[in-house]
């Protein structure tokens, strides 16, 4: 939300500075001004705005360090031996000394719609505290301005995590009870349907957390946190999944739009060319050389069920199957999360037919969820001006269908009105709309190590991870499930590859890629794409399964689980501020 500080810098210029932990706010004369009066609050807390992730941050991005993406070069997460309490980073206070100092200043006053400001002041706090306890655990719970010489809160340990979230909790009530603004046609602002949704987020991650973390205890207190997922979405009212006059485009239409569709967008970040706000989503999912060059795998493509509503994967074919055959007669949120045969971009008002290009992808499933069809000026600058939706109705759809998984109370009426109207608009057919399932799909219980077996649970998984790709909440998926071994152990695999030479990838009768070994061949014409796949499984390059045949294959680099990395070291220099901080396990 980068774009509220333009309206900000007068007022904070003349009226107070926000410093980091160990310092105060500078109070002046126009405190009064600020906190008397209904439109200084507002002005204050627009501040707290530019928390939400923003273009340059892109949700679109997170998800380029997780299971199901083939990118180039490996995350420092997950590069062996790069993380470290040296090179660990994210403790950082100062947007919650400037979120306390609004709310203590706010308790005092005597404006009639304090109550409003001050819970829209907490639902940030929420999420600011939500974040930390993500990445630290323990955490110091601090809800007044520190001062200077407040040396013991300053040098105080860390509260548990458990306890802290009970406050989250506490400040996302109350965001919920005293927020008044219930709707918001631009959706850019935190009414109390987005707090809501937003507690259905942040509770099904701690009901997991508590779950499937046995090491700390917790298991009995899940249901609660879960419960309070079905609750809260239940009292969402307003939103309903996006349903434009194509049934082909519905999906992706909310992804490649200037202006976010208010029937299931609850919360967005709106770009503006004018002021040059703008994103790189273009450039990173089409330029060969820009950022990491995110692919999907065929392991989680294979993952889509077909339009009948059955696994692809009980095709006995499948697994070598070319790509122009796998993708015929699939969920239809397939071709609109990566290019398919039918694909076509613009350029000039022209359409140019677009197959996937493996230069621009490591696996050939090329991602196009945020991108514009059009060519220029969109692929080689970052100048994508697409809104970047950070909380929408779908997702609260999966919360709470997994909510209802987790405590045993999904039934089919449930399950119609959840996973059935996702799969519904993404053109399924057949009784897996409506009734839930009974067998389990062999291929999700191998997918997840073996640890999940529940079928109900299984398809709730494959649906959150369909329907949330590229949204930014796979990597935390896999921390609070507790199966971060898929960040290393999932194969960085792509489209099966029947033989040596050129091939038609969208049935066009135009040869768009050839694979080769050892010397390069020419072309038969000036677009194909030449992939060398001599064996060789160094770090950045591709090879095929069997040889000459099979599977493309991609190393990113070394990539390494340890179980410490659930949370992240405390910096080694805020440690050694304060030694009572203690270090988190195995760091």
Same mark, same amino acid.
């Given at each position: ?75 420092? =997460? ?25 709310? /203590? ?27 930390? @306890? ?70 099904? =991650? /701690? ?69 040059? @706000? ?310």
């Amino acid at each position: 939300m980068k774009l509220f500080n333009y309206f900000l810098g007068a007022l904070i210029l003349v009226s107070f500075i926000s410093c980091d932990l160990d310092e105060t706010p500078v109070a002046t004369a126009t405190r009064d001004a600020v906190f008397g009066s209904e439109s200084g609050m507002e002005l204050y807390v627009n501040s707290f705005y530019d928390n939400l992730p923003g273009p340059d941050q892109g949700v679109f991005a997170i998800d380029n360090t997780s299971d199901f993406v083939a990118r180039n070069g490996v995350d420092t =997460y997950l590069v062996p031996n790069a993380l470290s309490p040296i090179t660990s980073s994210g403790w950082s206070w100062t947007e919650l000394r400037n979120i306390n100092y609004f709310i /203590e200043n706010a308790e005092s006053s005597e404006v009639n719609e304090k109550g409003h400001y001050i819970g829209v002041a907490r639902f940030f706090r929420a999420l600011f505290y939500f974040d930390k @306890v993500k990445r630290f655990g323990d955490v110091p719970w601090i809800d007044h301005t520190i001062e200077v010489t407040d040396t013991l809160t300053l040098n105080a340990p860390r509260d548990s995590r458990f306890e802290v979230m009970e406050k989250v909790l506490e400040d996302l009530n109350y965001a919920i009870a005293n927020i008044t603004l219930t709707s918001d046609p631009s959706c850019t602002r935190i009414t109390r349907n987005v707090a809501r949704a937003y507690k259905t987020r942040i509770c099904l =991650y /701690e009901a997991s957390f508590r779950k499937y973390h046995t090491d700390y205890g917790m298991q009995g207190t899940a249901d609660t946190w879960y419960q309070e997922v079905v609750n809260e979405a239940n009292d969402i009212s307003g939103f309903s999944l996006h349903e434009g006059t194509n049934s082909e485009l519905s999906y992706r239409e909310l992804f490649i739009t200037r202006t976010p569709y208010t029937d299931e967008t609850l919360l967005a970040v709106v770009l503006d060319p004018s002021l040059q @706000v703008f994103s790189s989503a273009n450039r990173r999912f089409i330029s060969p050389t820009y950022g990491s060059r995110p692919a999907l795998t065929r392991q989680f493509v294979n993952t889509y069920l077909k339009l009948d509503g059955t696994p692809f994967t009980a095709d006995p074919d499948y697994a070598t199957m070319p790509f122009a055959e796998e993708v015929k007669d699939r969920d239809l949120r397939l071709k609109q999360t990566i290019r398919l045969g039918d694909y076509h971009r613009t350029e000039n008002g022209v359409p140019v037919i677009a197959p996937p290009n493996l230069n621009q992808s490591w696996t050939g499933y090329q991602p196009i969820k945020w991108c514009y069809d059009e060519r220029f000026p969109y692929d080689d600058e970052s100048r994508n001006d697409n809104a970047h939706i950070i909380m929408r109705w779908g997702e609260v759809l999966l919360n709470k269908a997994e909510a209802l998984a987790e405590l045993g109370q999904m039934n089919d009426a449930e399950w119609a009105a959840t996973i059935g109207e996702l799969r519904r608009r993404a053109g399924i057919t057949g009784p897996t709309l409506t009734a839930m399932p009974t067998e389990a799909d062999p291929y999700l219980a191998d997918y997840y190590l073996g640890k999940f077996t529940d079928p109900v649970m299984l398809e709730v998984m494959r649906e959150r991870t369909i329907e949330l790709a590229f949204e930014g909440l796979r990597p935390d998926d896999l921390r609070r499930w507790h199966i971060g071994e898929l960040f290393q152990e999932a194969p960085m695999n792509g489209m099966y590859v029947p033989q040596l030479g050129e091939q038609d990838l969208n049935g066009d009768g135009i040869m768009d890629v050839c694979f080769y070994q050892g010397n390069q061949p020419e072309p038969s014409n000036p677009s194909v794409v030449m992939v060398d796949v001599s064996p060789n499984t160094a770090a950045g390059r591709r090879w095929l399964s069997n040889g000459t045949s099979g599977e493309l294959m991609y190393n990113p680099g070394d990539r390494e689980w340890q179980d410490r990395k659930y949370l992240y070291p405390i910096p080694q220099a805020d440690l050694e501020q304060n030694p009572k901080l203690d270090q988190n396990p195995g760091w």
